[in-house]
């Protein structure tokens, strides 16, 4: 299986369009057994072929938490400009809860810094999981609260309570 499973993670950045489907239907007929890809995967919601994208979405949805040795390369695709490789980075982050807590100082300046606003309510709803309360999540937490988009401020309302009580 692991195999299996290198062998897709390579196909992913493959120059050929064809291969990359393959691979990420492959790792798609995997579900969650697609664990250990999950960097790999959040780098090629990226890929210029629309199918690609979408056999990695669906792997993703999916996947559940992320191993913890993906965390770090997690936390570097947040500023990736691709805001659907952002999106999936803070997803992955928030499954993550409290092992995440080394990306909660990335995760507040992507809050603060985006124009993005789906990025922005995944990145508040990811502070709430992680449950640190560090005082730049606290911070940039408490700035969205105040945001005109109200689902933001909703769920980074939702997010600052998680923070305070753990829940």
């Known amino acids: 299986?692991?195999?299996?499973?290198?062998?897709?993670?390579?196909?992913?950045?493959?120059?050929d369009a064809a291969n990359r489907r393959r691979a990420a239907?492959?790792?798609?007929?995997?579900?969650s057994e697609a664990q250990s890809a999950a960097a790999a995967l959040v780098r090629a919601t990226a890929?210029?072929?629309?199918?690609?994208?979408?056999?990695?979405?669906?792997?993703?949805?999916?996947?559940?938490a992320p191993a913890a040795q993906d965390i770090a390369e997690l936390t570097n695709l947040l500023t990736s400009e691709s805001t659907d490789t952002a999106y999936w980075a803070a997803?992955?982050?928030?499954?993550?809860?409290?092992?995440a807590?080394?990306?909660v100082e990335v995760l507040a300046r992507v809050l603060t810094a985006s124009s993005?606003?789906?990025?922005?309510?995944?990145?508040?709803?990811?502070?709430?999981?992680?449950k640190d309360p560090q005082p730049?999540?606290?911070?940039?937490?408490?700035?969205?609260?105040?945001s005109g988009d109200s689902r933001l401020?909703?769920?980074?309302?939702?997010?600052?309570?998680?923070?305070?009580?753990?829940f």
């Open 1 to 15: 299986m692991q195999q299996d499973i290198g062998r897709a993670i390579q196909q992913l950045s493959d120059s």
């Open 47 to 64: 890929d210029a072929d629309e199918i690609v994208r979408e056999a990695v979405v669906g792997t993703l949805e999916s996947l559940g």
């Open 136 to 146: 730049e999540a606290v911070r940039a937490l408490e700035e969205a609260s105040a």
């Open 25 to 31: 239907e492959t790792l798609l007929a995997m579900g």
């Open 101 to 103: 807590s080394s990306s």
């Open 153 to 166: 401020a909703r769920i980074s309302r939702q997010s600052l309570e998680q923070l305070r009580t753990g």
């Open 116 to 130: 993005a606003p789906e990025l922005r309510q995944r990145v508040a709803w990811a502070l709430g999981l992680i």
């Open 91 to 99: 997803t992955l982050l928030g499954r993550a809860g409290i092992a």
